[in-house]
């Protein structure tokens, strides 16, 4: 994958169900479709009521499964060009070539920030990461007036953007208005 814009931020916004923050990752993977913004990663992060956590990445390769990919690569090459002990010893090599290189190599949302937002998401909450660039600030911000109790966790974005998106929360925890003319 190749590595997102320098003008991509980041937006995090936490949700009080994990379904709700499921639901807003596939609002946004909407937008992305429609052009209303450019996704390049998302992390969904869920904080037990214990303070435990568990991450979900959507973009970066674990070790093992770059190891694994590469090692079938090598497997094969390796055979078809030096046999079965040529295939062992470069399959080896690959696989263990392309652990080290999924380790090495952090794309999308950092792995540093993962870790902050493992303490920064408050307990019994999931909060979603999304990594964005060329945002359409009122897509984003209607979208964000459907999800009631969600709240701002962190933003590098500009603080126009900033402004729109706490506006759009603020929303969507309004009470609606029930009252009808006042009765003499």
């Known amino acids: 994958m190749s590595q997102p814009p320098e003008n991509s931020r980041l937006l995090v916004i936490s949700f009080d169900d994990s379904l709700r923050a499921q639901e807003f990752l596939l ?30 990445e959507t973009t970066d390769l674990t070790p093992s499964q770059a190891g694994v990919g590469a090692g079938v690569w090598g497997l094969l090459l390796g055979t078809l060009f030096g046999g079965p002990i040529g295939g062992l010893v ?8 392309g652990a080290l290189y999924a380790k090495l ?13 493992r ?24 979208e964000l ?7 701002l ?6 603080p126009a953007a900033v402004n729109a998106v706490q506006e759009a929360l603020r929303e969507a925890n309004r009470e609606p208005f029930t009252g009808g003319p006042a009765a003499d």
């Open 27 to 56: 609002a946004a993977a909407r937008l992305q479709r429609d052009k209303d913004l450019q996704l390049h990663d998302a992390v969904v992060v869920r904080r037990e009521a214990d303070g435990t956590s568990r991450v979900t």
């Open 145 to 151: 007036t459907r999800f009631p109790h969600a709240e």
């Open 153 to 158: 966790v962190e933003t590098d974005m500009p």
């Open 119 to 142: 303490n920064a998401v408050p307990p019994g909450r999931t909060a979603v990461a999304l990594l964005v660039s060329h945002v359409s600030v009122a897509d984003l911000q209607r």
């Open 90 to 97: 470069v399959g080896a090599a690959t696989a263990g070539g």
């Open 105 to 117: 190599r952090d794309t999308g949302v950092k792995d540093a920030t993962i870790e902050k937002l």
